[in-house]
């Protein structure tokens, strides 16, 4: 089993940046892939950026592209979203998770989840 909390989230302006990490504990030697969903009211969970424990490599979403950056600090347990250029339509609840077998873009390739940190961004 592993067990993923993530922190950071909060109460944000348009255009500030906010860093939220998420602290991986247990089989973590286990992770193939993690990565960081997202699910705003009254929508389904989208991905938003993925790692690839093995090689380091990131995937991301259009929508964030070239404003977050996913990388994890393998030391420390630890993955990192960091969201620079914040709009009011990343208000979400961000999700961290971890993958068993490969880093994918689907909710379905995941294993583990933590239990979301809120991130609302004020216009």
């Known amino acids: 089993q592993v067990q993923l909390v993530e922190s950071g989230g909060g109460l944000v302006q348009a255009g500030d940046s906010l860093r939220l990490s998420c602290a991986a504990s247990g089989r973590t030697f286990s992770i193939q892939g993690m990565g960081w969903f997202r699910q705003a009211p009254g929508k389904e969970r989208e991905f938003v950026a993925g790692f690839n424990t093995n090689d380091g490599t990131t995937v991301y979403a259009d929508s964030v592209k070239g404003r977050f950056t996913i990388f994890r600090d393998y030391a420390k347990n630890m993955l990192y979203l960091q969201m620079n250029s914040l709009q009011p339509e990343d208000t979400a609840v961000y999700y961290c998770?971890?993958?068993?077998?490969?880093?994918?873009?689907?909710?379905?390739?995941?294993?583990?989840w933590g239990q979301g940190t809120q991130v609302t961004v004020s216009s």
């Open positions: 998770a971890a993958s068993g077998s490969t880093m994918g873009t689907s909710t379905s390739w995941y294993d583990y």
